[in-house]
């Protein structure tokens, strides 16, 4: 990878520089004359060994090749030249992987240059405009633009044409255990359904009686809901000497927020009636220490 960029900072070009080198790979087409458009011989373009996404599903390669077959490669590939007559896929992996099933000898594509760093992001950009992103997937991304590049939650709203009540709400999903994300995944629960879920105790559990019980997302909202009565009324009865009231709806989406813009899991500690408390940062490895050291030191 490229040294001597500040991640934290972003890149300079910045996002939406590099979000309308994407959408221009989508607007460009190999029947008209483009004055930055090539053919090149499928042999001399590599993929990305940095792509985000691995897995690239049969069925939908297939459907894609079929196209291809019978239409040609609509959409040029974006390429940056990593050597003399080679090139790398900046964009466009799977109608490079669909062509080569389709026997095709040549590709259309547009030339661009850019940095190790830029590659990586622009293949997240990308991702995260495919229509097929499970919201994990969606999620992930986003998290990887903030954690790599240091891009803020308004800056990829902007630049993606989201809105930041969105992005924020899919990455407060990552605080999910990882077997509800899973689910997610599989499609067995909605984003609505995890999104309901995340102020729970025992997220698994009620992602279960969910997916069992066929729930909405509003019978979700409501059985979160009466967890949390039923652990309000166990919590104002003290146990011992040291029990603590339930926390609040507010306190546990902030606890949510943070974790999200930290990446790890974040408890709020308040004293009732009192101004001060406590918070808990938990990390699940060295590594993760690292990071949230060097977010904090600002390097």
């Given amino acids: 990878m490229a040294s001597g960029i500040d991640r934290k900072r972003g890149l300079g070009r910045g996002l939406s520089a590099l979000m309308s080198d994407v959408a221009e790979s989508e607007a460009v087409v190999s029947a008209g004359p483009v004055a930055a458009e090539r053919?090149?011989?499928?042999?001399?373009?590599?993929?990305?060994?940095?792509?985000p996404r691995k897995r690239f599903e049969d069925g939908d390669l297939d459907d894609l090749t079929n196209s291809i077959r019978e239409k040609?490669?609509?959409?040029?590939?974006?390429?940056?030249?990593?050597?003399?007559?080679?090139?790398?896929?900046?964009?466009?992996?799977?109608?490079?992987?669909?062509?080569?099933?389709?026997?095709?000898?040549?590709?259309?594509?547009?030339?661009?240059?850019?940095t190790d760093v830029e590659v990586l992001e622009?293949?997240?950009?990308?991702?995260?405009?495919?229509?097929?992103?499970?919201?994990?997937?969606?999620?992930?991304?986003?998290?990887?633009?903030?954690?790599?590049?240091?891009?803020?939650?308004?800056?990829?709203?902007?630049?993606?044409?989201?809105?930041?009540?969105?992005?924020?709400?899919?990455?407060?999903?990552?605080?999910?255990?990882?077997?509800?994300?899973e689910m997610v995944r599989q499609g067995g629960l909605s984003a609505g359904h995890a999104r309901a879920l995340i102020p729970a105790e025992d997220p698994l559990k009620l992602a279960q009686q969910i997916i069992k019980g066929g729930l909405s997302v509003r019978a979700a909202e409501a059985l979160v809901k009466k967890e949390q009565a039923a652990e309000m009324v166990d919590t104002t009865v003290p146990k011992s000497k040291g029990a603590v009231v339930a926390k609040d709806a507010d306190t546990k989406a902030l606890e949510g927020d943070?974790?999200?813009?930290?990446?790890?899991?974040?408890?709020?500690?308040?004293?009732?009636?009192?101004?001060?408390?406590?918070?808990?940062?938990?990390?699940k490895s060295l590594e993760e220490l690292d990071e949230l050291c060097r977010k904090l030191g600002g390097g």
């Fill in 122 to 181: 622009v293949a997240i950009i990308e991702n995260i405009q495919r229509a097929d992103l499970n919201p994990i997937e969606e999620a992930a991304g986003y998290r990887q633009l903030m954690d790599r590049f240091g891009h803020t939650q308004e800056k990829m709203a902007e630049a993606l044409g989201k809105s930041r009540s969105h992005i924020a709400n899919l990455l407060r999903l990552l605080n999910l255990p990882e077997a509800v994300l």
């Fill in 72 to 114: 040609g490669v609509i959409q040029p590939l974006i390429v940056r030249s990593i050597g003399t007559d080679q090139y790398e896929i900046v964009a466009g992996e799977r109608r490079w992987r669909a062509a080569q099933r389709a026997q095709l000898h040549a590709l259309p594509v547009v030339v661009r240059e850019f």
């Fill in 39 to 51: 053919t090149i011989p499928i042999e001399q373009i590599s993929a990305n060994p940095d792509q």
């Fill in 258 to 283: 943070l974790s999200a813009a930290l990446g790890m899991k974040v408890v709020l500690t308040h004293k009732p009636g009192q101004e001060d408390g406590q918070m808990t940062l938990h990390y």
